[in-house]
């Protein structure tokens, strides 16, 4: 599982000018067989027309001996005649793509970190309660917390409360109990997440005992809720990590939309927001941006100063001599590296139309 000093070493990596081969793969191997992924890596890798033999090898070998398939996600970095090779298996998959480039091609891996770290579920019954934290698609922990059983009563079974006729009695203590199990799972939960860097939080279990218990939730996992979903208490935790990313998706496609939105708005009312390839990739080199949001898939060709981090693609705005400049092909992917390296988070977007019409980039800005 790849983390953030790993993702460092890949932005920091010099390639002394040669192409770096960098390939994100589907490894499901429960959807496709193994024969036929490492089929489709072979046809991506002759698609590409490599030249670089020893690379090629390598990647091959990896699958072929190494590789232990258990994850449903691959990216792999090659280069420098096989020396330098770096291979991270991930519980989310990736669309398949190869890119060559002068460094690691990093947008995805910048995707998944962003939008896949640290984030919990809580299934919930009338009795007790499991907890589980995940990072980037793998559990890291989990838990649980058994209270005391509940027997219903049947109506007009009988009275625990003195003075009392029928099963209203035995009916009220029943929620009493309920009650204090939730209250006691509502303190394990927040004893369990405490220490925890979680991001978002998912309850599991019926409507109404999920409705119940929220209202209980400490407020700083309140303020983690992303949403509900209906499973049963003792559901594999398979069929919960399943159901979680399906859920994260959902959550994280919202908060994108709504990031764009607050983009276009920022810019329209002359905010710290800027849209459009020039504009953003000036911000970059002022080192001002906050939020960097690209359309998924947008590469466009152009120049780098690797030293002062300076990204531009259009010479006209240059302030430097076009000998001072590198030529690189994808002045997006520069910017990545350059906007991580500088603190700033990347969110790569697809299917926005509004992102789309502003350009297919921009950025919301520190100052």
Known sequence: MINQEQ??????????????????????STL??????????????????????????????????????GKPG???????????FRAYPTAVSFRNRLRLGQRPYVKPLAHLLDHYAHFGVILVDRVGSRFFEYHLGELQASSGFMGEDVQKIKKGGGSSAVGMR?????????????QRNLRDSATAANDFFQNRPVRRLFLGGTAETVAQ?????????????????????????HEVRRQTLALLAEANAERENKLVDKLVDLHASGGNAVVGLDDTLQAISDKRVQNLIISDGFRAPGYVHEESGFVVANLARSPMADHELLDVEDVVDAAVAHTITQGGHVEI???????EAAGRIGAILRY
């Open 349 to 355: 977007i697809a299917d926005n139309p509004e992102l």
């Open 166 to 178: 029928g099963g209203g009695g035995g009916s009220r203590h029943e929620e009493e109990l309920v």
């Open 32 to 69: 496709e067989s193994i024969e036929a992924i490492k089929l489709r890596v072979r046809g991506m890798l002759k698609e590409a027309q490599l030249n670089q033999v020893e690379e090629v090898e390598t990647i091959e070998k990896y699958l072929d001996h190494s590789y232990d398939w």
């Open 213 to 237: 218990f929220r209202e209980l939730l400490p407020k700083k996992l309140q303020s983690c809720l992303a949403g509900t979903f209906s499973i049963a208490m003792n559901a594999g935790e």
């Open 7 to 28: 993702l460092q070493e890949l932005l920091a990596y010099n390639s002394d000018g040669r192409q770096v081969v960098s390939i994100y793969l589907d490894t499901d």
């Open 74 to 84: 691959l990216a792999m970095f090659a280069n420098h005649d096989g020396t330098f």
